[in-house]
């Protein structure tokens, strides 16, 4: 109540408003209502209102944090655990198959309650803490950057980051080793932990083992973006010994694309046309991979529709399929073929290149047919978003002419000459302003050709082991990290002939 109500501005130190605040206080911090109303008229949360919310947050928001899978599972198949609860399960070093994507996956890690039941998101939970003891004896070993008491240790259940706790708060990655967990970094987002070199920022993507590739280092320093600095070995040499410039793509890591899409190969994966990685929205770092629907080179599918094309969208390290747009829909009419998907920052929509059509369509993420498809008159073999000019870059197969269409009404704002005949699929490089094309013949290792995008003036040419029948391409200049999508699976001439993501580093 507000006994006064002089409507004085604030602040004030009439004594009737200081009447009024101390009486509304009052009812604030002290009363039963879970609101109250200050002396300008606005409501405000009262503490018991806080309280409340807080209790309520705790019964129907927090995580319910479980010892064991076995018990998570239990209270899950009991109706116990609401839907789209988090959940976490913390100290259990088993693994069991994933309710929802048939995948096997450690026990420990994030969950959410689905309708099929608990299924797995992440293993980013701590699930193990050093006593003070060995606390104790591993601190006067460190090398550190940052003074103060050490008070804790912490690692994952995988091993891939250690760091310690001072007292005053701050956190640092360790040289030293603890248990059984080598750590050879510090830093302040990265880590090198048994014998695995971060990348991206994530420990959990695209870890590498440097077995074969760093034997018998002491040391390995990673920056910010997981690029190798420093290595020292055991006989007090290290790299680099002067200041050598990096040269090459280096192939760091690979593995078969996810069973589990529409018309998938019997070997594994599906015939994969089209990448880009989604930068915005709520599956920022997710991957999108345009699928063309036929199993291998030659095949009309061999199921009960021809052309079973589709838009995959993969996790971040490309080992799970998260969801599924079908493309063989009567909005589409005829269509057999993708050949190209790119990611729109600017509305969180998908465009795929329908080249049966000769149309670049666009849609939802519910994989609604929005109606400013764009209709072209040449042969569409990969697309590419440029996010400055709201616009797409698709190339004329066959030929050198590259278009750069809007998005906004279709029209052609640029035709250029220059780009390689045989260009397939694109990636769009704001920051340097670079288009990225991938060209090669089945059964050979693959090229990357880098143009200036706006005179298709060609800068660089890289040529990317392992990576035949390239079918998608994306570059992080920050990490100097290159992916790449391969369908050997579909053009069995490749070797290995299987669909692959390949990741690589620029050393």
């Known amino acids: 109540m507000t006994t006064f109500n002089t409507g004085n501005p604030v602040p004030s130190t009439a004594v009737k408003d200081l009447y009024d605040n101390a009486e509304n206080l009052d009812a604030g911090i002290n009363g039963s209502a879970r609101t109250w109303v200050d002396r300008r008229g606005e409501t405000r949360r009262s503490w018991n209102g806080i ?38 399960v913390i100290g259990d070093t088993g693994s069991h198959t994933d309710p929802v994507s048939g995948q096997e996956v450690p026990n420990s890690g994030r969950y959410i309650m689905v309708e099929a039941g608990l299924q797995w998101v992440s293993e980013d939970v701590l699930t193990q803490k050093a006593d003070k003891q060995e606390v104790a004896e591993v601190a006067g070993r460190l090398v550190s950057t940052i003074t103060g008491e050490y008070i804790e240790i912490d690692g994952d259940m995988a091993g891939n980051v250690a760091f310690a706790v001072h007292a005053d708060g701050t956190r640092e990655f360790l040289r030293t080793k603890v248990g059984g967990m080598t750590v050879s970094m510090v830093d302040s987002s990265t880590a090198a932990v048994d014998g695995r070199i971060d990348w991206h920022g994530n420990y959990q993507e695209w870890a590498q083992g440097l077995a074969g590739y760093l034997e018998n280092a002491l040391l390995v320093e990673i920056d910010s ?56 929205g709520k599956w920022l770092g997710c991957r999108l991979v345009g699928n063309d629907g036929r199993a291998y080179e030659g095949s009309s599918g061999g199921q009960t529709a021809p052309f079973l094309c589709s838009i995959v969208c993969t996790s971040p390290d490309m080992r799970r399929i998260l969801w599924e747009i079908p493309c063989n829909t009567a909005a589409f009419p005829g269509i057999q073929s993708i050949q190209g998907v790119a990611w729109d ?23 609604v047919k929005l109606l400013d498809e764009i209709v072209v008159s040449h042969t569409l073999n990969g697309i590419a978003y440029r996010p400055d000019l709201d616009a797409i870059y698709t190339p004329d197969e066959g030929t050198s002419t590259i278009r750069l269409v809007s998005c906004a009404d279709g029209s052609v704002l640029r035709t250029q000459t220059g780009i390689h005949p045989q260009a397939d699929q694109l990636h769009y490089e704001q920051g340097r302003n670079r288009l990225w094309a991938t060209v090669g013949a089945n059964g050979v290792d693959g090229q990357a050709l880098v143009y200036d995008a706006d005179t298709m003036a060609l800068l660089e040419t890289h040529t990317l ?21 391969n369908d050997g699976g579909f053009h069995l001439s490749a070797n290995p002939p299987l669909a692959l993501a390949c990741k690589y580093n620029y050393l």
């Open 465 to 485: 082991k392992g990576s035949q029948s390239i079918e998608g391409i994306w570059y992080d200049p920050d990490a100097k990290a290159l992916l790449t999508v």
């Open 225 to 280: 973006v997981g690029r190798v600095g420093r290595i020292l070995w055991a006989d007090g040499s290290q790299w680099p010994s002067g200041t050598p410039e990096p040269t090459q793509f280096v192939l760091v890591d690979q593995t078969s694309l996810p069973n589990g899409a529409q018309g998938e190969n019997a070997s594994g994966g599906w015939t994969c046309t089209g990448l880009d990685v989604i930068s915005t």
């Open 51 to 88: 309280e409340a919310d807080f209790d309520e947050f705790l019964a129907n928001g927090s995580t319910i944090e479980f010892p064991t899978w076995a018990a998570a599972s239990a209270a899950a198949g009991a109706g116990s655990i609401p839907l789209n609860r988090q959940v976490a």
């Open 345 to 367: 920052t600017s509305d969180d929509t998908i465009w795929f290149a329908d080249k049966t059509n000769k149309i670049i369509r666009h849609i939802t993420l519910a994989g």
